[in-house]
C-alpha cells in the first residue's frame, strides 16, 4: 500500500502577509478557497501523477483542499471521495466562533460529481469549540488505522499541512524512531507512507518532482 500525502494549493488565506498580525486576522475567512498562484500550483499534480496507476483519491471537505483535487487529479479520470474527518487541526472556525463546514448540497454545487455519501446533511464539523491538541490527535490516530482498510492501493490524499506533519510523526513513533518538529511542508508537496511489513515507513517528504522511480 502507498499513500501519497498531498498538501493542498497555497489558498488566499496562505497569501496574506503575516507582518501585522491584526490585518492578517481580519483578511482571513473561515473556509479559503485556492488563490491564482495555488491553481498553478494544484494543476502540477496532474503531470506529477500522470504515471502513478492510482486506486483512489481522497480529499479534506474544506475548499482549498477541494479545488485542489479538481485542478489536479480530476483530469487524471479518477473520482474524488471526500471524507469528513480530513480536515484541518482545530476544525473550521474564525476568530474564535466555530462552523460546521460546508454541508452536501453546498459541495455537490461546487463539485458535482464528488464522492460526498459520507458528508452529513449539516456539515462536518460539529464540535461547539475549536479541536484540542489532544482531540486532534486522537483524530490522527484514528486517521493512519484507516488507511490500514485500503489494503494493497495506492491512494493519493489531499490534506493540510498540521494534518500531515502529525501522520508522519505518529508513524515515525510507531517505527520506534525519533519525530520531526520542524517539518517543511510546501503547497502540493507531496509526502509517500508506504506499508512494508504490517507498517507504514516514511519514503520521502515534501517532494515536487515526477516521480516515475517511485510508482
Same mark, same amino acid.
Given at each position: 500500500?502507498?499513500?501519497?500525502?498531498?498538501?493542498?494549493?497555497?489558498?488566499?488565506?496562505?497569501?496574506?502577509?503575516?507582518?501585522?498580525?491584526?490585518?492578517? !486576522?481580519?483578511?482571513?475567512?473561515?473556509?479559503?478557497?485556492?488563490?491564482?498562484?495555488? +491553481?498553478?500550483?494544484?494543476?502540477? =499534480? +496532474?503531470?506529477?501523477?500522470?504515471?502513478?496507476?492510482?486506486?483512489?483519491?481522497?480529499? !479534506?471537505?474544506?475548499?482549498?483542499?477541494?479545488?485542489?483535487?479538481?485542478?489536479?487529479?480530476?483530469?487524471?479520470?479518477?473520482?474524488?471521495?471526500?471524507?469528513?474527518?480530513?480536515?484541518? &487541526?482545530?476544525?473550521?472556525?474564525?476568530?474564535?466562533?466555530?462552523?460546521?463546514?460546508?454541508?452536501?448540497?453546498?459541495? =455537490?454545487?461546487?463539485f458535482p460529481n464528488y464522492n460526498t455519501e459520507q458528508i452529513p446533511e449539516n456539515g462536518y464539523?460539529? &464540535?461547539?469549540?475549536?479541536?484540542?491538541?489532544?482531540?486532534?490527535?486522537?483524530?490522527?490516530?484514528?486517521?493512519?488505522?484507516?488507511?490500514?482498510?485500503?489494503?494493497?492501493?495506492?491512494?493519493?490524499?489531499?490534506?493540510?499541512?498540521?494534518?500531515?506533519?502529525?501522520?508522519?510523526?505518529?508513524?515515525?513513533?510507531?517505527?520506534?524512531?525519533?519525530?520531526?518538529?520542524?517539518?517543511?511542508?510546501?503547497?502540493?508537496?507531496?509526502?509517500?507512507?508506504?506499508?512494508?511489513?504490517?507498517?507504514?515507513?516514511?519514503?520521502?517528504?515534501?517532494?515536487?518532482? +515526477? +516521480?516515475?522511480?517511485?510508482?
Amino acid at each position: 500500500m502507498k499513500i501519497y500525502l498531498i498538501r493542498h494549493g497555497k489558498s488566499t488565506n496562505n497569501e496574506i502577509s503575516r507582518s501585522d498580525p491584526i490585518i492578517h !486576522s481580519e483578511l482571513r475567512v473561515k473556509d479559503p478557497g485556492l488563490s491564482p498562484n495555488g +491553481i498553478s500550483q494544484a494543476q502540477t =499534480l +496532474i503531470e506529477y501523477l500522470r504515471n502513478i496507476p492510482l486506486d483512489k483519491v481522497v480529499s !479534506s471537505p474544506m475548499l482549498r483542499s477541494l479545488q485542489t483535487t479538481a485542478y489536479g487529479l480530476v483530469p487524471l479520470g479518477i473520482q474524488v471521495e471526500i471524507l469528513p474527518y480530513l480536515y484541518e &487541526k482545530g476544525g473550521i472556525f474564525y476568530k474564535n466562533q466555530v462552523f460546521p463546514g460546508m454541508n452536501k448540497n453546498e459541495i =455537490l454545487e461546487l463539485f458535482p460529481n464528488y464522492n460526498t455519501e459520507q458528508i452529513p446533511e449539516n456539515g462536518y464539523y460539529f &464540535k461547539d469549540h475549536i479541536e484540542t491538541d489532544i482531540e486532534f490527535l486522537e483524530r490522527v490516530q484514528g486517521i493512519i488505522q484507516e488507511f490500514y482498510k485500503w489494503n494493497e492501493q495506492k491512494v493519493a490524499v489531499v490534506i493540510h499541512e498540521y494534518l500531515i506533519k502529525s501522520i508522519i510523526n505518529e508513524v515515525l513513533k510507531g517505527c520506534g524512531l525519533d519525530t520531526i518538529e520542524n517539518i517543511v511542508l510546501d503547497n502540493c508537496g507531496v509526502t509517500l507512507l508506504e506499508k512494508v511489513e504490517g507498517k507504514y515507513l516514511v519514503k520521502f517528504i515534501n517532494h515536487h518532482l +515526477i +516521480i516515475n522511480n517511485w510508482t
